[in-house]
């Protein structure tokens, strides 16, 4: 490497990649390396013992950021309230992650004097185009250092080559080196067998935040969400902060089968990836708000809205969260949220989420104008009017083609 550094923060996560780039960036930039973990809640089985093996391989510190407020607050409540699904099945899980971390990257490089930020995603996937676009969102003086774009290991096999040649502990064998990403919001799987879309996940083996269906419990759980604005506030009429909330309903989720999806998805630079994603927590609040929605919001901002939840769950993906489109997209959806107030009931049952009844201050359903009866604020015989004139183009155009056609 021509380029020397003296001080390089890089994002550190414990696993096979970074775990080797520790000593990677000593041996090519005589750098001092700076490792920094961002806890988004992917649990204390995920951060004990980073700090120590950290420094024992070549880290002169650690700093774990705690990032899990910001990461529900300011990632996950603004997709749920924008119902922003990725290719009508992702929920964003690493996606909604990713720019917090980066962020957090940027503040400790810039505390530190660092002269570059370093990240172990692979120069196939999405999640380097995340971390780099925050980067220059917020440091665009720095430079990036991407180890798998210019480094002479080829595989995660001549990784964990690399690690035994230099002692370097890992939490993987080559057996059973899944890739994961886990936070508070999701855990995926990728590659190995799940690399053939041919192939039934093995999902006794393969899940950690719940069980299957079919080892789902043989009675339904209930639950009642209650959303404000549209961030949801209460689970079973206990107010809770976001962070407590989705951890309480990943547990009563999972137990239910809740949020398991097998995908393959379009990755930004272009190719099919095949992943199994658990998202129990995530699915129940993006179901329980979308069906509050249905009361509280008109047709046309509803429909509109639709648009605009498929256009951010495309750049939510692509890393573009700190972009003037994504700002403005936002505060319209925060707009609109100003109206989704209330309770939704659930019924939970082997992996299927059930509506149970739903009530808001600000509904706009009136049970006495959508009755089939006679009501006073509807007369029926208005419809033909409005049908005529709506149907107009349509009648004059048979009209004409009855006369062109004799």
Same mark, same amino acid.
């Given at each position: 490497?021509?380029?020397?550094?003296?001080? =390089? =923060?890089? /994002?550190?996560?414990?696993?096979?990649?970074?775990?080797?780039?520790?000593?990677?960036?000593?041996?090519?930039?005589?750098?001092?390396?700076?490792?920094?973990?961002?806890?988004?809640?992917?649990?204390?089985?995920?951060?004990?013992?980073?700090?120590?093996?950290?420094? $024992?391989?070549?880290?002169?510190?650690?700093?774990?950021?705690?990032?899990?407020?910001?990461?529900?607050?300011?990632?996950?409540?603004?997709? %749920?309230?924008?119902?922003?699904? *990725?290719?009508?099945?992702?929920?964003?899980?690493?996606?909604?992650?990713?720019?917090?971390?980066?962020?957090?990257?940027?503040?400790?490089?810039?505390?530190?004097?660092?002269?570059?930020?370093?990240?172990?995603? +692979?120069?196939?996937?999405?999640?380097?185009?995340?971390?780099?676009?925050? %980067?220059? $969102?917020?440091?665009?003086?720095?430079?990036?250092?991407?180890?798998?774009?210019?480094?002479?290991?080829?595989?995660?096999?001549?990784?964990?080559?690399?690690?035994?040649?230099?002692?370097?502990?890992?939490?993987?064998?080559?057996? +059973?080196?899944?890739?994961?990403?886990?936070?508070?919001?999701?855990?995926?799987?990728?590659?190995?067998?799940?690399?053939?879309? /041919?192939?039934?996940?093995?999902?006794?083996?393969?899940?950690?935040?719940?069980?299957?269906?079919?080892?789902?419990?043989? +009675?339904?759980? *209930?639950?009642?969400?209650?959303?404000?604005?549209?961030?949801?506030?209460?689970?079973?009429?206990?107010?809770?902060?976001?962070?407590?909330? %989705?951890?309480?309903?990943?547990? %009563?989720?999972? $137990?239910?089968?809740?949020?398991?999806?097998?995908?393959?998805?379009?990755?930004? =630079?272009?190719?099919?990836?095949?992943?199994?994603?658990?998202?129990?927590?995530?699915?129940?609040?993006?179901?329980?708000?979308?069906?509050?929605?249905?009361?509280?919001?008109?047709?046309?901002?509803?429909?509109?809205?639709?648009?605009?939840?498929?256009?951010? $769950?495309?750049?939510?993906?692509?890393?573009?969260?700190?972009?003037?489109?994504?700002?403005?997209?936002?505060?319209?959806?925060?707009?609109?949220?100003?109206?989704?107030?209330?309770?939704?009931?659930?019924?939970?049952?082997?992996?299927?989420?059930?509506?149970?009844?739903?009530?808001?201050?600000?509904?706009?359903?009136?049970?006495? +104008?959508?009755?089939?009866?006679?009501?006073?604020?509807?007369?029926?015989?208005?419809?033909?009017?409005?049908?005529?004139? *709506?149907?107009?183009?349509?009648?004059?155009?048979?009209?004409?083609?009855?006369?062109?056609?004799?």
């Amino acid at each position: 490497m021509e380029k020397k550094y003296k001080k =390089v =923060v890089l /994002a550190y996560s414990g696993g096979l990649d970074t775990s080797i780039i520790i000593a990677w960036l000593k041996e090519n930039y005589g750098c001092e390396v700076i490792a920094v973990a961002g806890d988004v809640g992917q649990g204390p089985e995920e951060l004990e013992g980073l700090e120590e093996k950290a420094l $024992a391989t070549g880290a002169s510190k650690y700093y774990c950021a705690d990032c899990k407020k910001e990461f529900v607050y300011d990632f996950i409540f603004p997709a %749920i309230k924008a119902n922003a699904i *990725y290719e009508n099945k992702y929920l964003l899980g690493t996606s909604l992650a990713r720019p917090i971390i980066a962020k957090k990257l940027v503040e400790i490089a810039k505390a530190e004097g660092a002269d570059a930020i370093c990240h172990g995603c +692979t120069g196939k996937g999405n999640d380097q185009v995340r971390f780099e676009l925050t %980067i220059k $969102a917020f440091a665009p003086e720095l430079d990036i250092i991407a180890p798998w774009r210019v480094w002479e290991l080829k595989s995660r096999e001549d990784e964990i080559e690399y690690a035994e040649a230099r002692n370097i502990p890992l939490k993987i064998n080559r057996e +059973t080196n899944y890739s994961k990403d886990k936070n508070l919001w999701h855990l995926s799987h990728e590659g190995l067998d799940l690399e053939n879309p /041919a192939n039934e996940p093995d999902y006794d083996k393969i899940l950690e935040l719940g069980v299957t269906p079919e080892k789902a419990p043989d +009675t339904p759980t *209930y639950i009642t969400l209650t959303f404000k604005n549209g961030e949801p506030v209460a689970l079973n009429g206990e107010e809770m902060n976001g962070v407590t909330l %989705i951890q309480k309903l990943n547990k %009563i989720g999972g $137990a239910n089968g809740i949020g398991v999806m097998d995908m393959v998805e379009n990755r930004l =630079v272009g190719m099919k990836s095949r992943g199994v994603y658990e998202t129990p927590g995530g699915t129940i609040l993006y179901k329980a708000h979308a069906d509050l929605e249905e009361i509280c919001l008109d047709k046309e901002t509803q429909h509109f809205k639709q648009t605009v939840g498929l256009k951010l $769950a495309d750049i939510l993906y692509n890393g573009q969260w700190y972009t003037p489109l994504t700002k403005a997209l936002l505060a319209f959806v925060d707009e609109t949220q100003k109206s989704v107030n209330g309770d939704v009931k659930l019924k939970l049952y082997k992996g299927n989420i059930i509506e149970a009844g739903m009530t808001s201050p600000d509904t706009l359903y009136s049970e006495q +104008t959508a009755s089939f009866g006679e009501d006073e604020d509807y007369n029926q015989m208005d419809s033909q009017g409005f049908i005529n004139l *709506y149907g107009l183009p349509i009648k004059v155009k048979a009209l004409l083609d009855q006369k062109r056609n004799k």
